[in-house]
């Protein structure tokens, strides 16, 4: 095993909300794929660096079977150090590269390879489609990550500044080290924001933004982004050719809004329906409409024959999440607060709204569609039809306002009791200082208090216990803030 510069320049690893088996379990049976319930799966992640988006998995999952391979010893070794702390048990993390490391059998229900393919050489991806097909099973799926284009092609040119940059820093120092060819980069790229400054330039304007978009950017991104030898963006047609060779077939988008031309206006709606049932050529041209820059497509064995119409009797069989929270009414509609990042948007009040409102009141435990419609006749919508619920839910899916899940997950949403959080988070916020994973699978960053009240969370003291300890000096209202925060993130078990 070679010395990589994932060795020397470790890149954080994150919980990828979009790899979560329950939602991709979801998604595979919308389009017709009976994948195995997560629960009982064997899951295989291709460059899982330091494993921790795999040791959640298997956490959450712990009659699974998880397997983790990746080119840096230094990250092998701190997964499997985090997965002896945590006393996870049924996840294998291997030192390996894919023109070394076989893996054969068709074995896996879930094979997720996240950040590989744009990163690695023209025939290290071909071996990566090799190994994909033969490792996930009849009835698996695979999610894969990939820069396309055209949406890249700008990010490319910024790309090019930086390599330069990095190139010229190297030659005048005589170092190759990764913070110096960095710090080249950025030197170079500021310089051309700097001097770019005429009215209407375009190429100024880009670079600024760029700039302006990595001042919170972590250097081991802007590094293995910007810095790698390898880094190359694809056309999705060109991409999915290229799977068709090894017996695999698109399946979907991890995020459902992707596939959608509900929010382009009319006249697109218009272009896409005219290409009727051939989806990958509508979701080339989704790509070129949105300059896309990045895709997470699920795929599947190439002699499923796919069911694109979405019966609502599969609909029906899963559990509804959501980002959003309702907040309250107002003259122009109904207000609701994105978790993750505080904006707030309004919607009409309609049936959409308050299925909305419904769905956002369970948390990140989820909702069945009984359990929905239930709700909803109890409420403002006594005589609700079935069909309208569905009707609200498809909407809310395809806007991006509702996730499915397989199964309810178990997560609190009150503050009672005993509190207890998953053993990856506790060691991420005991030995670590970077994002913390919640239990709906997405690492979050924390505040110091937030942090505090993790650390105590060990599944022996009560919440009010634990505020006592960490309001204590007057600090009563900041610790409940923060506890509040961390119940609406999902880090609690029921």
């Keep these: 095993m070679t010395h990589t510069s994932y060795d020397e320049i470790p890149y954080a690893t994150l919980a990828q909300r979009s790899t979560d088996p329950n939602r991709l379990a979801a998604v595979g049976r919308l389009y017709g794929v009976e994948v195995p319930s997560p629960e009982r799966a064997a899951i295989l992640e291709i460059g ?113 500044i930086m390599m330069t940059g990095a190139l010229h820093r190297s030659v005048v120092s005589n170092s190759y080290a990764p913070e110096d060819r960095l710090q080249g980069a950025m030197e170079l790229l500021s310089l051309v924001g700097s001097v770019r400054t005429s009215e209407g330039d375009l190429y100024g304007s880009y670079v600024k933004e760029s700039l302006k978009r990595f001042k919170d950017s972590h250097p081991a991104y802007l590094f293995h982004e910007y810095l790698e030898e390898h880094n190359s963006a694809v056309l999705f047609s060109d991409f999915m050719r290229e799977v068709d060779l090894y017996g695999l077939q698109f399946l979907a988008e991890a995020k459902a809004p992707m596939m959608s031309a509900d929010d382009l206006g009319s006249e ?80 009409p009040r309609d049936e959409h709204s308050e299925a909305l409102r419904v769905i956002g009141s369970v948390g990140y435990q989820g909702i069945s569609f009984s359990g929905l419609c239930d709700q909803l006749r109890q409420g403002s919508i006594p005589g609700l039809d079935e069909r309208m619920a569905m009707h609200s839910i498809v909407r809310l899916w395809r806007a991006g306002f509702v996730d499915v899940a397989l199964q309810r997950a178990p997560i609190g949403a009150r503050a009672d009791g005993i509190a207890r959080i998953s053993e990856v988070a ?69």
């Design 48 to 160: 899982c660096g330091t494993g921790a988006n795999l040791l959640h998995i298997a956490e959450l999952f712990p009659g699974s079977r998880c397997v983790g391979i990746d080119i840096s010893e230094r990250h092998i070794a701190e997964g499997r150090k985090i997965a002896s702390a945590a006393g996870i048990r049924n996840i294998e993390l291997r030192c390996g590269d894919l023109q070394n490391e076989v893996v054969e059998g068709r074995a896996f229900d879930y094979v997720i390879c996240h950040g590989v393919y744009s990163w690695v050489p023209p025939h290290v991806q071909k071996q990566l489609l090799h190994t994909l097909s033969s490792a996930v099973s009849e009835h698996g799926l695979v999610y894969v990550s990939y820069n396309v284009l055209p949406g890249w092609r700008q990010r490319g040119a910024i790309r090019d």
């Design 426 to 494: 506790r060691y991420q916020v005991t030995h670590e200082e970077g994002p913390v994973i919640a239990l709906q699978h997405r690492s979050c960053m924390l505040s110091a208090t937030e942090r505090q009240i993790l650390a105590m969370s060990d599944g022996q003291k009560s919440f009010e216990d634990i505020l006592s300890v960490v309001g204590a000096h007057d600090q009563s209202q900041v610790a409940s803030g923060a506890l509040s925060r961390l119940l609406e993130l999902g880090f609690f078990g029921e």
């Design 268 to 347: 697109v709606q218009e272009y896409i329906s005219r290409l009727g049932e051939d989806i990958l050529t509508r979701e080339q041209c989704l790509d070129i409409l949105r300059n896309r820059m990045f895709r997470e497509s699920i795929m599947c064995r190439g002699h499923h024959t796919l069911k694109r119409d979405l019966k609502a009797s599969v609909f029906k069989s899963l559990h509804f999440v959501s980002d959003y929270r309702f907040v309250g009414e107002t003259s122009r509609g109904a207000e609701f607060r994105e978790v993750m990042e505080g904006q707030v948007v309004t919607t």
